[in-house]
């Protein structure tokens, strides 16, 4: 079974810290990675992917790939009471017939106190 | 922007009802699919269509089924429903390619069946 583990927390951080969100991936065969944004009671939200290995920066947010560790990261700079909610990782995996679907982790919850 | 839409937010429903579930995306997507959410199992894909008239069975297909007619519209059925399918179903599309490509979420339906 192709897995995409996360911590799922709650990650307690203050209001203007960096939050380090984290996710580890099973299939050394996915390419792509995703990080969604989840409030409670809606649905995810696409923030940031990353296909290549390094940093890709979007605003306050920095994905982080590592292939050779199969490890994947969210950076959340200056940190916003906003930004409370939990977020999902996402991982490509191949099926059948050429079609991909997206493994995600359960989310880590994350709490921005003021 | 990317729109799927999803016919309804909140579903009540007895058990043996047959319950259809539809979702709409304007965007022409290849690719959709319909997941359940439920606290501390995370997001669970139930099928998925990367054609009209295709589908593919997902992680627990079991006590559902799909329709894809048209190209943007892709239905779930619940034949029989029972207690244990009490969850936030959500639906999402993505373009096909290469490259696993992101997947864009309707805002769920949250059934209920009593």
């Known amino acids: 079974q192709k897995e995409v583990e996360q911590n799922s927390g709650p990650l307690s951080v203050p209001e203007g810290a960096i939050a380090s969100l984290n996710c580890t991936y099973s299939d050394r065969g996915s390419q792509s990675f995703f990080w969604y944004r989840q409030y409670s009671g809606k649905s995810p939200e696409l923030i940031m992917f990353?296909?290549?290995?390094g940093d890709k920066e979007d605003g306050r947010f920095t994905a982080q790939l590592n292939k050779a560790s199969q490890y994947v990261s969210l950076l959340i700079r200056d940190s916003q009471p906003s930004d409370s909610a939990t977020y999902l990782c996402a991982a490509n995996i191949a099926v059948q017939g050429g079609s991909e679907k997206l493994v995600f982790g359960k989310g880590t919850k994350l709490t921005v106190n003021p | 922007d990317v729109k799927v839409t999803q016919s309804s937010r909140y579903l009540v429903k007895r058990t043996g009802e047959k319950v259809f579930l539809e979702c709409v995306q304007d965007m022409d997507h290849e690719n959709m699919f319909w997941y359940r959410q439920d606290p501390g199992l995370g997001l669970r894909l139930i099928y998925f269509?990367?054609?009209?008239?295709?589908?593919e069975k997902g992680d627990i297909p079991e006590g559902y089924s799909v329709s894809r007619e048209k190209k943007e519209r892709f239905s779930l059925i619940l034949e029989s429903a029972s207690t244990n399918q009490t969850s936030m179903y959500l639906c999402a599309s993505s373009l096909a390619g290469e490259m696993g490509r992101e997947q864009y979420f309707g805002p769920g339906t949250r059934l209920t069946v009593t």
């Open positions: 269509s990367y054609d009209v008239k295709m589908k």
């Open positions: 990353i296909y290549s290995n």
